[in-house]
């Protein structure tokens, strides 16, 4: 029998939840599992994990995003639905092949919540993954219908963030 389908939300605004399913990669890749993580919304592959996890054999990394995402009526909107229409292709490929035993789809709920893929679509991935396959989705807004689909949900609030008083982005911290 395959092992328990698992599905994970990691939500809310505070600064933590890509680490945490980056932690999840770390987790699964150290016991022989092979890992796909699409990234959503994000372009920067000049990251400490990019480079940390494409290193790893058995762990891909996708980066399908444009970026700070505009308002939908912007005309750049649809470039960045496109892009994130791609990303749920890289994703649902990954989930349905059998190749892969944990799939994060990184921002993959604020993809969602700023209307960049359809709910229904993140559903059927779910619904239609291979056996046994874990799902880890994050990002602010988690909306109800992945949320109820999930079986583990954590919300990250924030109670500071450094950025508010000045900080940059620092390297190993936020990149
Ligand atoms: P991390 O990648 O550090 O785990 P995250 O995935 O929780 O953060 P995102 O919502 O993906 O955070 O935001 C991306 C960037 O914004 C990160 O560099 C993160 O540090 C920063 N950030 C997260 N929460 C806040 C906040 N409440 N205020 C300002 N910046 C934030
Ligand atoms: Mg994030």
Known sequence: MAEEERT?????????????????????H????PVAIIQFVKSDV??????????LPGVEMFVTGRGFV???DDPRFGEHRLA??????IASEAACSGRYGLVILDEGCYAVARNLIAEELVLRLLRERAP??????????ATEGLIAAADTVSEVRCVKHGFDAGLKATKGVEY
């Open 8 to 28: 994970l939300i990691v939500t809310g605004d505070g600064k933590g939840k890509t680490t945490a399913a980056l932690g999840m990669a770390v987790r699964a």
């Open 132 to 141: 046994g396959v874990v799902i880890v989705l994050t990002g602010r807004g």
């Open 84 to 89: 994130a229409e791609e990303g749920l292709r």
């Open 70 to 72: 505009p308002p939908e």
């Open 46 to 55: 000049q990251t400490g994990e990019f480079a940390a996890l494409s290193r």
């Open 30 to 33: 150290g016991h022989g599992i």
